[in-house]
């Protein structure tokens, strides 16, 4: 397949891989309309990984998102099946089957999830699995889900298929063509951006580049610099001598892919045979060590790895359990190949810190299923600037500079490997490269009876178990611990003290380590007319004045929600999600870029005058809330805590004890209290000065969980859940938050207007409590409207929820049709399988007048 032409001396966008991946961006591009792309692929089309592919498509996966990108995946490969260019898509339907009652929970929640995307996922019986698919013996087997979207396609016909797609829409392709180097030159503002890349075949000019190069691609990136977190593991699968038509007779449908993840194996029909792999507790990285980063030999296309008959032996001992025909059938062939994984087992996308660089790679072995809809995602992200997908948990800025240590990144992805068919629980964390970052108080909270989780990197409290005997005692009025712990998942990872932490919260007081939240410096002259144009609110006040504010897209949706402190008139703190500062500060630093190419800063030539840094690890931050709060306070500092002297929403720099603070009057429990931020190697002593001083107030330490169900009563937001780029403010109920009439606009601001002008957003957040208190969702559940207008409809899914402890209800939170997002609104979630009936709330649960928050004093 060499291609004997000369490469173009420029093209807008060189995707570099011919893989499955690189395949579905070049034809992507072509169909959004992007005529200048060219392809370059280092061997032959399809020599990397997926040649080797087992090739199935599971359609329904646990993340919303990805079940979308898997849906489009589908749909376009029954397209391609129709045209021209058949990729070998089989629409066989799927079967997965739960050999233990916990797997048959986790079906039947996939069952209530598909729901929410008009999948035709449903439960089956025992029986039914086996008529399906006659050669499993269902011993041990409690249950099954039958999905019939799913099926499974040639990897390398699909390629193939979607590079002729890709050339008939204008893309240029050349194979044998190694890069060598990619250039980059230095914007205006300090950054830079990809310029040209080098081949063994000549130079090509070019405005972006995607690396789509698998498990090259890490190597890719770093010629520009960028670390690529994935690390190439050996996964091997079987192919299987005929015996269908021997066993089973002549039959005129394929059988259905069959996976069980309790035993750890999946399989599909490949001809008159069975392809028949899994994912094994003691995986093999390859390439990569703990001091070294994966460097694939230059050679190795189209190739294998040894067969390793020793490791696969697990797996193949359980494929006999499930399918006894594999005791006694030949064995064709086994095929061990590298696939690249990523350290949370989420594909890696999207734009790099060097402009014009992105990455479209660590597909985890279910990039054939994906594909098609990461070629979605990233011709959008390419032509305009973002995906119109939430991809959050696939972006590649969402690792921290953690990764940079092959150590740290091998670990985790071998553990996440190891764990691939594990059951993700809500609040799973994971164990490998802990602990890493953690807060001055850390051996404090130790010491105390801390329950960690984890979150980028960080130890954060969850709860104190210290604190189960007083929530054993609250909860003895209720009828007792067991009469009030949340039913099913939600009651796993659970502790009353989460219940006495909230109690100390609303009613004396409770300290809180938040010391993990991102916090971004902006200073210079032109730091206020950046945070001006990204901020739908006002940012450019007084000092020390604080915003609550939304970055938005140009779609209008919510790319960022922060707290925008002046500490300066130069100089500005930005306080976001644990593990959103990269993410942010990218996005902060993409608009410093448009500022300074629109020649809008104060600098020589109109550049941005404005440096950005993460100064996360420099400080440690401290929620103290609650009604005594200011009695607490009060006593360690000279500053006046009055209503009238530090009011709501400002800042003020002094001292408490011994240690120079900045205190921030702001919270996310709907509580009177501070934010307490002070340099880092004060952290201990400030900890320590403040659990004193609060003791003889009642004052609790308290963790994460607390946190979350004091918010969730005040109705208070979280990004990546309730707010999302697929999100605007007006939906959400953040309306407040905006100021579409202030000077120079932001961006996202014509998105707003002609939303509004249109009759405004035909959906809105809405909280609602469910009449069973003990059923608790933990997310993406279906939500169906039960009268009004909409009634029967599944009308959207659950973005957050969780126990209110003051206001003794389980609450959640869903996106609705307007008409239905009204208060007395009857609607119903799907638990597990159950119809539990809940109610619209009117407006916010706790302190609707926010009384409580701005107390007097």
């Known amino acids: 397949m060499s291609d004997p032409a000369g490469l173009p001396s420029s093209a807008r966008v060189v995707v570099i891989g011919g893989g499955v991946g690189g395949a579905s961006v070049a034809y992507h591009l072509a169909q959004a309309g992007e005529r200048d792309v060219l392809l370059l692929e280092r061997a032959d089309l399809t020599s990397g990984s997926t040649f080797h592919s087992a090739g199935l498509v599971g359609v329904l996966r646990a993340d919303p998102t990805l079940t979308r990108m898997n849906m489009h995946s589908a749909a376009l490969y029954a397209r391609l099946q129709a045209g021209d260019h058949p990729p070998g898509w089989v629409p066989s339907g799927g079967l997965k089957l739960a050999s233990s009652p916990e797997r048959l929970e986790e079906i039947r929640r996939q069952v209530s999830w598909a729901k929410t995307y008009g999948l035709g996922l449903e439960e089956i019986s025992v029986a039914e699995a086996v008529d399906l698919f006659p050669l499993m013996d269902p011993t041990g087997v409690v249950g099954a889900a039958w999905l019939p979207e799913d099926g499974w396609v040639d990897p390398s016909s699909l390629c193939l298929s979607l590079v002729a797609g890709a050339r008939a829409g204008g893309v240029e392709v050349r194979t044998r063509t190694r890069v060598t180097g990619i250039d980059t030159v230095t914007l205006p503002g300090g950054r830079r951006r990809v310029s040209r890349v080098r081949t063994d075949r000549g130079d090509v000019e070019c405005e972006v580049v995607v690396d789509c ?29 005929p015996l269908l038509t021997e066993r089973l007779g002549p039959r005129e449908k394929p059988l259905p892919t069959l996976r069980d993840p309790d035993w750890l194996v999946y399989w599909r029909q490949e001809v008159d045979g069975l392809l028949m792999g899994g994912y094994e507790r003691d995986p093999a990285p390859w390439t990569a060590s703990a001091t070294s980063f994966d460097d694939v030999p230059a050679d190795f296309n189209g190739r294998l790895l040894p067969e390793d008959w020793d490791r696969f032996e697990q797996i193949a001992e359980n494929s006999r359990v499930r399918v006894p025909a594999m005791d006694d059938v030949g064995v064709r062939k086994l095929i061990n190949g590298p696939e690249a994984f990523t350290p949370d087992n989420e594909f890696c ?30 011709a959008e992200w390419v032509l305009e600037g973002s995906p119109s997908l939430d991809v959050w948990h696939m972006d590649i800025r969402r690792f921290g500079p953690a990764y940079d240590s092959p150590s740290y990144t091998l670990a985790r992805t071998v553990e996440t490997y190891a764990t691939y068919y594990d059951i993700a629980y809500p609040h799973r964390d994971r164990t490998a490269g802990r602990p890493l970052r953690t807060s001055p108080a850390f051996e404090w909270h130790t010491a105390h009876g801390a329950h960690l989780g984890e979150k980028a990197g960080w130890e954060r409290v969850d709860w104190y178990e210290a604190n189960a005997a007083a929530g054993e005692a609250l909860l003895a009025a209720a009828g007792g611990v067991d009469a009030v712990r949340p039913r099913t998942w939600a009651g796993r990872s659970w502790s009353p003290a989460i219940a006495a932490e909230h109690h100390g919260a609303r009613t004396a007081a409770a300290l809180f380590d938040e010391t993990s939240f991102a916090k971004l410096s902006v200073t210079g002259p032109d730091a206020a007319r950046l945070l001006e144009r990204v901020s739908a609110g006002r940012v450019d006040r007084a000092v020390g004045s604080v915003t609550y504010t939304q970055w938005l897209n140009h779609r209008g949706g919510i790319e960022a929600d922060v707290t925008v402190t002046r500490t300066a008139d130069d100089a500005f703190v930005v306080v976001t999600g644990t593990a959103f500062g990269l993410h942010d500060l990218s996005w902060l630093r993409r608009r410093a870029d448009d500022l300074t190419a629109e020649g809008a800063g104060t600098g020589r030539d109109g550049r941005l005058d404005a440096r950005i840094e993460d100064v996360t690890g420099q400080y440690v931050c401290y929620g103290l809330w609650g009604p005594k709060a200011r009695e607490v306070l009060g ?44 340099s880092s190697e004060y952290g201990a002593a400030l900890w320590r000065t403040l659990w004193e001083a609060g003791r003889p107030h009642g004052l609790v330490a308290a963790g994460y969980r607390a946190i979350d169900s004091l918010r969730l009563e005040k109705g208070y937001r979280v990004w990546a859940g309730d707010l999302t780029p697929e999100t605007t403010p007006d939906e959400a109920g953040l309306s407040f938050a905006v100021k579409l009439d202030k000077p120079g606009g932001f961006v996202g601001a014509d998105a707003l207007r002609a939303a509004r002008a249109a009759g405004g957003p035909a959906r809105a957040l809405a909280c609602v409590t469910l009449d069973d208190p003990r059923a608790v969702a933990v997310g993406s559940e279906p939500v169906r409207v039960v009268d009004g207008p909409h009634a029967g409809e599944v009308a959207g899914r659950v973005t957050s929820a969780g126990y209110g402890w003051t206001v003794g209800a389980s609450i959640l939170y869903s996106y609705l049709p307007a008409a239905a997002a009204v208060p007395g609104t009857r609607v119903e979630v799907d638990l597990f399988g159950e119809w539990v009936g809940g109610t619209v709330a009117d407006g916010v649960l706790h302190d609707p007048t926010s009384s409580r928050v701005r107390a007097d004093g």
Not at 219 to 237: D, K
Not at 645 to 655: C, K, Q, V
Not at 661 to 678: H, M, P
């Open 349 to 378: 996308l999207g734009e790099s810190e060097v402009g014009g660089f992105f990455v479209a790679a660590g597909f985890c072995a279910h990039g054939i299923a994906g594909a098609g809809g990461i070629g979605q995602v990233m």
């Open 635 to 678: 006593p360690l500092t000279p500053q006046s805590l009055s209503n009238k002297d530090f009011p709501f929403l400002s800042a003020r720099t002094t001292t408490v004890g011994d240690v120079p603070v900045r205190l921030v009057r702001v919270t996310f429990v709907g509580e009177l209290g501070w934010e307490v931020y002070a």
């Open 213 to 241: 190069g698998g498990m090259f691609a890490a190597q890719i990136a770093r010629m520009v610099g960028v670390r690529v977190p994935l690390v190439p593991m050996a996964h091997q699968y079987i192919v299987t001598e």
